[in-house]
Structure formats: structure tokens, C-alpha cells
């Protein structure tokens, strides 16, 4: 029986996606390295420094700086990114989050966040939901990023539910395969290629429903 949700955060509950995006891409213009919508499909749910080492490695500009100049750079596109996100409120939950997360407390569902994100704890104040969440799972308590399941099994954990108690929510390749590798029913949002790994996806978070959900992962076979 489903008792937990473990959500991701970026391009799940608010569209920070495109923010993480746009500072990146703001940072490879300065490095002359540019890259496009397909490629950042792989810097989703990837950690800071390892968005940074993907789009050098693109570049072919792993070896042009130190660890201290990458940590630098790192910084740099977060001072960006905290700029984008410093006016974000309830308006920009994406749309049926409100009353997805609301109709799932109503029904006793403990919720968790596991995102790879830093900015994740100010970001779910802002959008003013944090009182919704259960847990939240501490990034940097982390030995390893999604695709490891590390942070969706401490999610179940923190809830103290085993994974296949709990649902995942994401919108990453990354993170569906680190919800699979959690033991837990994967749900993805986006396109049917980049989600071809869920068991069961929808483009849009407006189509999220929580009968639905219950119902396909109650006959899910794993
Ligand atoms: C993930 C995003 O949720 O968090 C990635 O999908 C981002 O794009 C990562 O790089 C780390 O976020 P932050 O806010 O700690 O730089
Ligand atoms: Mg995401």
C-alpha cells in the first residue's frame, strides 16, 4: 500500500528547470561553450559541480580549469540562478501542484523531497509549502547523485517507509532511473521519449492525479 511521496523538486513542483537553464547557459556563454534544450536534458537532477564538469566535458574544456577555478565557476552560476529564483511565490507552483500535494495530505500520505538541489529548502518557503513536506532530504548528506537511488531510499527512509511504500515523482531521465533503482513506482513528467523509463508518465503536472496514481501503482508488478 502507497503511504509516502517522494518528489523532486526542479520541473516537478515549480518550473526552476528552465531557471537552472537559462544560468547555465548564461556561465557556458562566458566559458564559449553553448548548448541547447537537448543537451540539458542530461544536467537535470545532476548535482552543481557535476552540471559543471558535463558542460566542460561538452566543451572539451575539462583540463582548461583547476578545482578552485571550477568552484568558482560553480558559484558564479548559483549567484545567477539565486537571482532568478528571488521572486518566486505560490503563483509559480506549476499547475495542479497545490491540490495534488493537498488532496494527498487529505488522504494521510506522508510527502519527502528529494532533490538534488541546495536551493531546495528557501525555494519550497517561497512557493509556501513547506509545511506540506515531511522530510527533506539534505543533499549534501549525500555520497551519490541520481542516477543512484541514494536519495529517493533516504526519502522512503526519513518518511519511515520502506520504497516500495512510496511513490517518486520526477522529470529527469536521471532521477526516473533512480527511483526505479529505489524499488519504488516511478512517475514521470515530460515528454514520452525523455519519461520512456516510468511507469507511468504525463506531460503535464495539470495531469497528475492522485486516483490514478494509486490505482496504477497498487497493480504495479516489480
Ligand atoms: C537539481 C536540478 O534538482 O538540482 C539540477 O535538476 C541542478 O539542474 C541540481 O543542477 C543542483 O541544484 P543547486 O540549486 O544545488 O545548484
Ligand atoms: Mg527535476
Not at 58 to 64: P, Q
Not at 172 to 193: P, Q, T
Request: proline share 3%; aromatic share 6%.
Amino acid at each position: 500500500m502507497i503511504k509516502g511521496f517522494v518528489f523532486d523538486l526542479d520541473g516537478v513542483l515549480t518550473d526552476t528547470a528552465e531557471y537552472h537553464y537559462l544560468a547555465w547557459q548564461e556561465l557556458g556563454g562566458k566559458m564559449g561553450i553553448a548548448f541547447d534544450r537537448v543537451f540539458n536534458e542530461q544536467l537535470k537532477g545532476i548535482s552543481r559541480m557535476d552540471s559543471l564538469e558535463r558542460i566542460l566535458k561538452y566543451g572539451n574544456k575539462s583540463r582548461a580549469y583547476t578545482e578552485d577555478e571550477k568552484i568558482a565557476l560553480a558559484n558564479e552560476k548559483n549567484e545567477d540562478y539565486k537571482k532568478l529564483i528571488t521572486n518566486i511565490s505560490p503563483a509559480d507552483l506549476l499547475p495542479g501542484i497545490s491540490e495534488l500535494l493537498k488532496e494527498l495530505k487529505a488522504a494521510d500520505i506522508q510527502l519527502a523531497l528529494a532533490s538534488a538541489s541546495k536551493n531546495g529548502p528557501i525555494i519550497l518557503k517561497r512557493l509556501g509549502i513547506e509545511n506540506l513536506f515531511d522530510t527533506i532530504v539534505d543533499p549534501a548528506c549525500l555520497t551519490h547523485g541520481k542516477p543512484d537511488p541514494e536519495i529517493f531510499i533516504k526519502g522512503a527512509e526519513q518518511l519511515g517507509l520502506r520504497p516500495d511504500e512510496c511513490v517518486g515523482v520526477e522529470d529527469a531521465e536521471a532521477g526516473i532511473e533512480a527511483i526505479n533503482a529505489a524499488g519504488m513506482f516511478s512517475v514521470g513528467v515530460g515528454s514520452k521519449e525523455s519519461m520512456k523509463a516510468a511507469d507511468l508518465f504525463v506531460t503535464d503536472t495539470s495531469e497528475l492525479n492522485v486516483r490514478d496514481i494509486l490505482t496504477a501503482a497498487a497493480n504495479w508488478s516489480h
